[in-house]
């Protein structure tokens, strides 16, 4: 199913942050979220690539966050 290149895929998004496809064929798994994109694997991909430039988790930044500030 994902190994097809002409299969029209959804790009989603976690409450963390975190992104993944899913063919637009399908409903999309709970807790996740379409963000709009859809097209090709390649082209969902590529916005991936593009967008998501932390892949740590929104908890973790978080946390990492508090970490610094009572540091």
Excluded at 4 to 20: A, K, T
Aim: charged letters at 30%; glycine letters at 6%; hydrophobic letters at 35%.
């Amino acid at each position: 199913m994902f190994d097809d290149p002409e299969r029209e895929f959804q790009v989603l998004i976690n409450d963390e942050g975190q992104y993944s496809i899913w063919p637009t064929s399908h409903q999309c798994p709970e807790g996740w979220t379409a963000v709009g994109v859809k097209g090709v694997k390649a082209d969902c991909v590529a916005h991936i690539d593009k967008v998501w430039d932390d892949m740590r988790p929104v908890s973790l930044r978080r946390a990492m966050e508090l970490e610094e500030i009572t540091s």
